[in-house]
């Protein structure tokens, strides 16, 4: 946390600021390229989608949090053996607080709060070791995206030296995720010996040291859970109208994860700079405006809205029986 006030004022309102320029920009677009009311715009697109493809990712909203729920009890077992349900809930209390934190920071605090873990620290780390996986497949993956991308359209008719050095960077990136990655126990046993961490009394065993096959489990289930949230996105596309090739709309659909992962976001602006994020990297080989931005709502409301609003209510009931 920071102790500088300027700094803690230019964050306090970046969000604000960030959703209001892009809610403006939205508009805009919308009505420059439409000319109609936004409210039947999408109201016909929802209409005319075809629902199946709407059922589908519903569905996969089970199996998307059903992975993470998994990953959490396979992260904790070093620690404290948990049911697969147990971390379910603990899955959905924290999406229900990090709604409300920059860039869902506020996750692990809704973990934690929800289960009754006496080492708190020592799952806070557990849970950062598994969004790190989670991070390397949205950034590599999204890295590569964006190669192929540049290969097959940007630069497809131009040969410029632009494209082997951005493929180069990939390599680089890919190769120091995984070394990163897969020498965790180094790190941990670094910062055991730093003031702040024996002011905590951390208390780093051999319980904290992971495995190469459990480190190896959670890059797979991340992996896995990957491709489940960028099947949504495509196959909400395809409700909203969207006709382009389905590899074409797997490949933006990384670029644009890989994009949101390094915007700045808060609750009050998240669905704006979706919104605009989404249209500035579909729009370059997707005329639909509205069938994006239906397909970016609903996955909001599908993959963060409908599990905090679920997880609001086991926090409830965490609360409740704290006061009794």
């Known amino acids: 946390m920071t102790n500088n006030p300027f700094l803690k004022i230019v964050l306090k309102y970046l969000g604000i600021v960030l959703g209001v320029l892009s809610l403006l920009y939205l508009v805009f677009k919308l009505n420059s390229y439409h000319q109609q009311n936004i409210g039947i715009i999408f109201l016909d697109t929802f209409r005319q989608g075809s629902a199946i493809y709407l059922y589908t990712a519903f569905f996969l909203f089970t199996v998307n949090y059903g992975i993470e729920a998994y990953k959490w009890k396979l992260l904790l077992l070093p620690l404290q053996p948990v049911s697969w349900l147990y971390a379910l809930k603990a899955v959905l209390a924290g999406i229900s607080v990090s709604i409300f934190t920059p860039n869902r920071s506020g996750e692990v605090v809704g973990k934690l709060y929800f289960m009754d873990i006496n080492e708190k620290m020592k799952a806070a780390l557990l849970n950062f070791s598994g969004s790190m996986a989670q991070m390397i497949c ?17 630069f497809k008719d131009i040969n410029i030296p632009t494209l082997p050095v951005i493929t180069g960077i990939a390599v680089i990136c890919t190769i120091l995720a995984f070394l990163i990655y897969f020498n965790q126990q180094k790190f941990f046993n670094t910062i055991r010996h730093k003031q702040w961490a024996r002011s905590l009394k951390i208390d780093f065993t051999d319980k904290q040291q992971f495995s190469t096959l459990l480190q190896a489990k959670i890059l797979v289930l991340s992996f896995i859970r990957y491709i489940v949230f960028s099947t949504q996105l495509v196959l909400l596309l395809r409700f909203g109208g969207v006709e382009t090739l389905v590899t074409d709309l797997y490949v933006l659909s990384a670029i644009f994860f890989l994009v949101m992962w390094f915007m700045p976001s808060f609750a009050v602006a998240e669905l704006g700079i979706r919104g605009s994020v989404a249209l500035f990297i579909f729009q370059q080989n997707i005329p639909d405006i509205s069938g994006i931005l239906l397909a970016v709502i609903l996955l909001w409301v599908i993959n963060v809205a409908l599990p905090a609003l679920i997880g609001s209510i086991f926090l409830f009931g965490v609360s409740l029986k704290a006061k009794n």
Do not use: A, D
Not at 138 to 154: A, E, M, P, R, S
């Open 138 to 154: 949205t950034c590599i993956l999204g890295l590569w995206g964006t190669v192929y991308y540049l290969q097959n359209h940007t």
